[in-house]
């Protein structure tokens, strides 16, 4: 599954969010079967209200979230693509995530010593920023020769080494891939196959002091430094505090501290929407269950994540918008009013879809 690795330098929070995630991920886990939760693999259901009204609307048992994945990414410190900590072994961990997530210390806590010496979120996302783009100009360095050969004997390979060439100009400059590329005229797919750190999608998770999240001139400064990413703005201690909590006393602390949303919550929420994935929804008595797909999957493509063999005896798809089906009140009513509508294999999914396959077994 589309998984986010979680980095940051050391002391920043990230043990603490992450034990977080992984009592969320156990608590899921009972919904989950087949999950198997690894120690540094947490997994966060994504928040979505449209869950509980289809439940009440086909009286489901049970209510099966989408979910996010987050695997925790530890080692990287300054000097890490020198080899410094855990060196390499945190870069080769980092490549098999599909998005990346810097953990931010802003919180202050005399307690808490910082790696460098005093907090500053800047230059923090300038370390692990840098430590990524060596990376990727390590990979680079070694992939150009290769590239330049390649392209000597088969044109195909030109547009490779053009892209690595302004990838290295690029993060030379110090821009990350993800940041830089659309305005360096770089097409990242001429680069997939080198697979590069700073080409990933990237979020940000500012660890804040309870009393900073309310601070709005601090949260849009915190934004400016990552845009275009997106940012999370969290306390990490409450948030550990949160999962301990049931859900009533749970959004009492919450508004205690002027938030309406867990910090996790939010976190797999935005994680999901940078993974560029959406949901469609199918609806029983048994369980309401969201269901993840890429943006732009047809209805087989979508079959397929609930079983290969749907995908492949895909028929058609009975599909009524959640908008239409809340407003109808029941699947009968919607085929009465014609709002259920019958797509083949040409149709492309849309956000809230609510389905019913047909196919072949
Ligand atoms: P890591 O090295 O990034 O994994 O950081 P840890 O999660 O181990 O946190 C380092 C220390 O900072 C621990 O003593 C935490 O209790 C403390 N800490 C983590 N998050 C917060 C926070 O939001 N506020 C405060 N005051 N302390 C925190």
Redesign the pocket.
């Known amino acids: 599954s589309l998984s986010i690795g979680i980095v940051?330098?050391?002391?920043?929070?990230?043990?603490?969010?992450?034990?977080a995630l992984t009592k969320t991920a156990n608590a899921l886990a009972a919904n989950y079967p087949f999950a198997t939760i690894e120690p540094n693999v947490g997994i966060v259901g994504v928040p979505d209200p449209r869950l509980e009204k289809l439940a009440e609307i086909f009286g489901s048992a049970k209510i099966l979230p989408a979910k996010v994945e987050f695997v925790d990414i530890?080692g990287l410190v300054r000097g890490a693509s020198e080899g410094q900590g855990r060196g390499n072994q945190f870069l080769a961990n980092i490549r098999e995530t599909d998005a990346i997530c810097q953990?931010i210390?802003v919180?202050?806590?005399p307690?808490?010593t910082h790696v460098d010496g005093d907090v500053a979120p800047e230059r923090d996302i300038e370390t692990i920023n840098t430590e990524l783009i060596l990376a990727d100009l390590q990979t680079l360095e070694k992939a150009i020769p290769r590239l330049q050969k390649e392209s000597r004997t088969n044109k195909d390979r030109k547009a490779t080494l053009d892209a690595a060439e302004a990838a290295v100009k690029l993060l030379d400059g110090g821009t990350t891939l993800y940041a830089g590329a659309k305005g360096a005229g770089i097409d990242p797919k001429d680069l997939r196959e080198l697979h590069l750190l700073t080409a990933k999608p990237f979020l940000y998770v500012f660890?804040?002091?309870?009393d900073e999240l309310v601070e709005e001139e601090l949260r849009a400064q915190l934004s400016a430094l990552v845009a275009p990413a997106d940012a999370v703005f969290?306390?990490?201690?409450?948030e550990?505090e949160l999962v301990e909590l049931p859900d009533d006393e749970a959004l009492e602390l919450l508004q205690s501290v002027g938030q309406e949303e867990s910090g996790l919550a939010q976190l797999a929420r935005i994680g999901f929407e940078t993974l560029g994935l959406q949901t469609y929804l199918t609806a029983g008595p048994k369980e309401t269950r969201a269901w993840t797909i890429r943006k732009g999957a047809t209805a087989p493509e979508a079959a397929g994540v609930i079983h290969t063999d749907f995908q492949r005896g895909f028929i058609k798809a009975e599909i009524v918008s959640f908008d239409e089906l809340v407003e109808v009140g029941s699947i009968a009513a919607a085929r009465q009013v014609g709002k259920a509508r019958i797509e083949g294999k040409e149709y492309v999914m849309r956000d809230g879809d609510v389905v019913e396959f047909r196919f072949n077994v």
């Open positions: 940051g330098l050391p002391n920043v929070g990230k043990s603490t969010l992450f034990n530890a953990v210390r919180f202050t806590d307690d808490v660890n804040l002091d309870a969290l306390d990490a201690k409450i550990s």
